[in-house]
């Protein structure tokens, strides 16, 4: 069972674990792909959630309040020691849970292409997120997928 805080980011290991995820996207996206950073992470429209199992970090997630009213799924990452324990089903439902408290119409997310995004994809599409198009600023590529989970 885990444990979910609301994250001020402040944290060490909150920390290391958005640099991990940092680093992880940077070795898997093409050049000029965006990814938002620890101070993105900071702002007002952005909430983020941790999952710890006693004192360790086991998962991150962030949602960001779009300005047409819908959320966006941001910076979900799960400590490679706890994959496949539920933690980052934890964070999600915390986030799915918040939105629609929030009273958001939609959740959508955009991730990428090739094996290191199979899974993620997989575990979206378990929850209910389907493929569709472009939303906010994203350009769709032949990279790129775009996720959408109806909230109403």
């Known amino acids: ?14 920390r290391e674990l958005i640099a991990f995820h940092l680093a992880g996207m940077s070795e898997s996206v093409p050049p000029g792909a965006v990814f938002l950073g620890l101070a993105d992470l900071q702002q ?3 909430t983020v959630w941790s999952a710890w199992e006693d004192t360790r970090i086991a998962s991150i ?16 990452r799960t400590h490679p020691d706890f994959v496949g324990r539920g933690a980052g089903a934890t964070i999600l439902k915390t986030i799915i849970k918040a939105a629609t408290a929030r009273d958001l119409r939609r959740l959508s997310l955009e991730t990428g292409s090739g094996s290191a995004f199979e899974a993620p994809l997989a575990f979206y599409q378990k929850f209910g ?4 198009a472009s939303y906010s600023t994203y350009q769709q590529t032949e990279f790129n997928h775009f996720l959408h989970l109806d909230l109403s």
């Open 1 to 14: 069972m885990f444990n979910v805080i609301e994250d001020d980011l402040t944290s060490t290991q909150s």
């Open 44 to 46: 007002p429209e952005v």
């Open 61 to 76: 997630g962030a949602l960001k309040i779009l300005p047409d009213g819908t959320g966006e799924i941001k910076s979900m």
């Open 129 to 132: 997120f389907k493929k569709g």
